[in-house]
């Protein structure tokens, strides 16, 4: 299979602070994984690819320092949105691919609510 | 640049009716073309893909789509709805690279009813 997990499923915080959402892929080795945010009722929307090893490549429009992608390892990338404010309120979903192949598998998604 | 338009953000058809999901694509290389299903508040399940072999396309749940060059066009169809089909269903377009990005369309909201 290739199973993606993606945590925490549910984070409310205040505005100011930081989050850090982690994407694994549990059962194989994904040199490339995507960062997706979707607004409510919306398709989703390519925020940036994460290559292990090496710096994330951001969509036009987003803000690099806001949002930190970090790949450490071939099973793990992690999205922090730093300094939350209500409008990054969203739903962010991971995805990865595995064997360098053409199909993305994606996390449950990550509901992030900041009040 | 590539772009996935899906042809009506709901649909509704009776239990046992056909379901037809219009998407329509551009790509200036030749495509790889893809639907998703997400049920609520969870991410996305892959239902079927076209890789540039067979152009008509299986996949789970009964679900199948033809690729149709001439029209730009990757509809999903199933022959008869079940109440678990409900879901929203994205088309989404990687321009011929085998691990490239996705570029999703605006999602169908699909219901199904008694």
């Known amino acids: 299979g290739a199973v993606v997990s993606q945590h925490p499923s549910r984070v409310i915080c205040k505005s100011g602070t930081s989050v850090k959402i982690e994407c694994r892929s549990l059962?194989?080795?994904?040199?490339?994984m995507f960062w997706y945010r979707q607004f409510p009722k919306q398709s989703l929307m390519l925020m940036a690819t994460?290559?292990?090893?090496?710096?994330?490549?951001?969509e036009q429009g987003v803000e690099k320092d806001k949002f930190l992608i970090n790949h450490a390892s071939l099973t793990l990338s992690t999205l922090t949105v730093t300094s939350a404010h209500p409008e990054d309120s969203s739903f962010y979903i991971c995805?990865?691919?595995?064997?360098?192949?053409?199909?993305?598998?994606f996390g449950a998604g990550t509901r992030l609510s900041v009040l | 640049a590539q772009s996935v338009t899906q042809l009506g953000s709901h649909v509704s058809v009776s239990e046992g009716a056909l379901v037809l999901l219009r998407c329509n694509y551009s790509?200036?290389?030749?495509?790889?073309l893809f639907w998703y299903v997400q049920y609520p508040n969870q991410g996305l399940q892959l239902l079927l893909k076209?890789?540039?072999?067979?152009?008509l396309v299986k996949g789970i749940n009964g679900f199948e789509a033809e690729f149709k060059k001439s029209e730009t066009s990757f509809h999903l169809t199933k022959p008869s709805a079940h109440m678990s089909d409900a879901a929203e269903y994205f088309c989404?377009?990687?321009?011929?690279?085998?691990?490239?990005?996705?570029?999703f369309g605006q999602g169908t909201i699909l219901t199904v009813h008694p």
């Open positions: 995805s990865a691919i595995k064997d360098r192949g053409n199909i993305q598998y």
């Open positions: 059962d194989f080795q994904a040199t490339t």
């Open positions: 994460s290559n292990e090893g090496s710096k994330a490549t951001y």
């Open positions: 790509s200036s290389v030749p495509p790889y």
């Open positions: 076209y890789t540039s072999a067979a152009t």
């Open positions: 989404a377009v990687s321009e011929g690279t085998s691990y490239g990005k996705l570029t």
